[in-house]
């Protein structure tokens, strides 16, 4: 199989240095993201991988073959890489037939209408033989683009923010497709995004990316529910950052009552800490009689977000300090609406405060 491992990579240009001694390995037939905000590096280091970019430090290898290093970088067309561009970058005046063919044009007629046929039918448009790119939908490009990509059977495919183009609503369906068509054809990618929906619906591993340095690689439960840092925790899901005391090796002090969760290491007793409360974290207690997870505090409705099934509620403490709560649509409340809530923790993220 095709295992991708980066090796101390970094890419300066001049005194900017946009990714710094870089380590990750993804699996043969693996589907990896890297995550992060516009400017973190995420795609100077696939350009690096592709072979646009030349490293300052450490190597790139595919398996056991080394594709670019600080002495020496293979030509990106001997890479036998694939890539998936933002804007599909299919040919107008070409059939889609041609498209998919373009990578595979030194075969025979034959066995490129084979490999043209199977990748038709893998990504499900089977007969668009014939059609032009301006004849299909934005998703149907999207497909054929992948189609081509894969048409050589490249060791890696690289996917650069490949559905930014696309409706909101469309890029989590289009991640869903292009994972199971990947996973079919047995293919290890690698996709760069700052849409965390994206990378949760498409990645079985992601990199969380800040200022050209990995933050954290791990599955999207474990970035969710046990990030390493405040950065990782607020850039992946939503939630409210309380300020907390150590009371003892498990227990913390908020303005929401006493917690428990894991401590970190290096805190002793009246070290603070920062303790993470996600949406989900808090239910709304309707009757105060009624059985909860915990015991009840008092708030008020800030702000609200109407989502069809759902209300995103922003709720003020008494120390001012804000929370979030996801409640479902029938729970419905004004701002300035004083409400009850329970905590309902499963995963209590404390965190040393920066």
Not at 78 to 99: E, S, Y
Not at 106 to 114: D, F, G, L, R, T
Not at 158 to 184: C, G, H, T, Y
Request: net charge negative; hydrophobic share 40%.
């Amino acid at each position: 199989m095709n295992t991708l491992i980066l090796k101390n990579v970094s890419v300066h240009y001049k005194d900017y240095i946009a990714v710094d001694d870089f380590h990750l390995k993804i699996e043969g037939g693996q589907i990896a993201c890297l995550l992060g905000p516009s400017g973190c590096g995420k795609t100077t280091l696939l350009r690096a991988i592709a072979g646009f970019e030349q490293v300052t430090n450490g190597a790139i290898a595919i398996g056991d073959e080394t594709l670019s290093s600080a002495k020496q970088s293979l030509p990106p067309e001997k890479r036998k890489i694939g890539m998936v561009f933002q804007d599909f970058a299919l040919f107008p005046h070409l059939t889609i037939a041609k498209n998919i063919a373009f990578g595979i044009r030194h075969q025979s007629q034959k066995e490129q209408k084979k490999r043209v046929k199977e990748l038709l039918e893998l990504v499900d448009l089977a007969d668009f033989e014939q059609r032009y790119p301006h004849e299909l939908s934005g998703g149907q490009q999207q497909r054929i683009a992948l189609a081509r990509a894969l048409a050589p059977c490249p060791k890696l495919l690289l996917l650069d923010e490949p559905f930014a183009s696309q409706d909101v609503e469309l890029r989590e369906m289009l991640a869903r497709e292009v994972r199971l068509i990947l996973k079919k054809e047995q293919v290890t990618a690698l996709m760069v995004t700052h849409d965390q929906h994206e990378a949760f619906a498409m990645a079985d591993v992601i990199g969380v990316m800040k200022a050209g340095i990995l933050q954290q690689w791990d599955t999207s439960y474990r970035l969710y529910h046990e990030p390493i840092n405040q950065f990782v925790a607020d850039f992946v899901g939503e939630g409210a950052i309380i300020k907390g005391e150590v009371l003892d090796e498990h227990i913390v002090a908020t303005a929401l009552g006493d917690v428990q969760g894991a401590i970190p290491e290096s805190c002793v007793p009246g070290c603070p800490v920062d303790v993470l409360i996600r949406p989900d974290d808090i239910q709304l207690v309707e009757d105060e009689n009624q059985p909860c997870a915990g015991e009840t505090s008092k708030a008020v409705v800030s702000a609200r977000v109407f989502r069809g099934a759902n209300f995103f509620y922003t709720l003020s403490l008494q120390d001012n300090s804000q929370v979030y709560v996801l409640a479902p649509s029938h729970q419905n409340y004004e701002v300035g609406d004083k409400v009850t809530f329970s905590l309902d923790v499963k995963h209590l993220i404390i965190l040393k405060s920066e």
